[in-house]
């Protein structure tokens, strides 16, 4: 016999996938209804990236960002500390790199990228510990602070690559000049297709999930999100909470903004952004704020928005599907978890 205990362990492991299987069955019908073939566009979708000539490869390139910022904000979001800044502490982490890249006279690749590396986990860091200050400072709304803040960030990345940065021979894009080789981050080597950035989301995570199992730090976020009362009582300042997850968060938001301008970009340019901030916040939650769930959800949607590039091309659909097919994911995920922890608290 399995204990009560036994059985909620696995219903909350296949929550995910009963979840997902929701989601297909309600986007079929719909899709139905709006007079596609239900069959054609789940195979477009969800098996012809990983068939096509480089889809794993995009797949995984997509992911790594994605999971850098997931799972810095991971930590906050545990305390219930929502950071929806993310998305400017990428924008200012890739200005930061991208400073580095232009002005900085460094000749060897290793240094350059160190250095530019440092520069953009910086620049994230401060914009996110600004919206702590302020915060704070102002005990105003961190949600609303950390939002507005994003579009200061573009109104500087808008500001750059308008004025100094913008490339004298880019035929007046809005975008800088394109780095030196030394500044390029390489593929990895012997998979040419494969970014070195995945590396880089790989040593996140793992180091991310070896904080969140051992570190003291995080059993006071943990018990921050059950309660405040009783995580200040138990010795953690909501303070120093607020300041060193929305300093994680955005370091990893502009460690992973670096990667894009030192990666597959070359270069700084006023689309750099992508809604990677936002949607990195849809991944931390469909990955349970644990770092194999935030990976295994950095595929899911990477594989979605690859697949909806297909879609796009070969059915005529806006990016607003794939959108649309996450967010209904998130939404089935949340309604099944909320019902097994009813049934257990009931249960108990």
């Known amino acids: 016999m399995f204990s009560l205990r036994q059985i909620n362990n696995w219903a909350r492991i296949g929550s995910p996938v009963l979840a997902l299987s929701l989601a297909m069955v309600l986007t079929a019908l719909l899709l139905q209804l709006l007079g596609y073939d239900p069959l054609k ?3 477009i979708l969800f098996w012809q990236p990983w068939s096509m000539v480089g889809g794993f ?4 390139n997509r992911a790594a960002p994605l999971t850098m910022i997931a799972m810095g904000l991971s930590f906050g979001l545990r305390a219930g500390i929502w950071n929806l800044g993310a998305e400017g502490q990428l924008i200012i982490g890739a200005c930061a790199a991208t400073a580095v890249a232009l002005t900085v006279p460094l000749s060897q690749p290793i ?7 440092a520069a953009g986990a ?3 860091a401060i914009w996110g510990l600004i919206a702590a200050g302020l915060y704070l400072r102002f005990k105003s709304n961190l949600i609303v602070i950390s939002l507005m803040l994003v579009f200061v960030a573009q109104a500087v990345l808008n500001g750059l690559v308008f004025g100094p940065w913008r490339d004298p021979s880019g035929y007046n894009y809005p975008q800088s000049a394109v780095f030196a080789p030394q500044f390029w981050l390489p593929n990895i080597d012997g998979f040419p297709l494969f970014h070195s950035a995945i590396l880089i989301a790989v040593a996140i995570l793992v180091g991310g999930g070896i904080v969140a199992k051992y570190s003291r730090w995080n059993l006071g976020l943990k018990l921050a999100g059950e309660s405040s009362q009783v995580a200040a009582y138990g010795g953690f300042s909501s303070s120093h909470q607020i300041l060193s997850t929305l300093l994680v968060g955005g370091a990893a938001a502009g460690m992973a903004g670096m990667t894009m301008v030192a990666g597959s970009l070359g270069q700084l340019s006023g689309s750099v952004m992508q809604n990677y901030g936002f949607t990195a916040i849809l991944v931390a939650f469909l990955g349970r704020l644990s770092a194999v769930g935030i990976a295994l959800a950095g595929l899911l949607v990477a594989l979605l928005t690859v697949g909806g590039e297909s879609l796009r091309i070969e059915q005529g659909m806006s990016d607003s599907f794939v959108m649309g097919m996450a967010g209904l994911i998130l939404l089935t995920l949340v309604a099944v978890d909320g019902l097994l922890n009813r049934r257990g608290q009931h249960d108990q």
């Open 111 to 117: 240094l350059a990228l160190l250095v530019m590396a």
């Open 122 to 124: 910086m620049g994230g």
């Open 41 to 43: 566009v789940m195979r």
């Open 57 to 60: 490869a995009a797949i995984l």
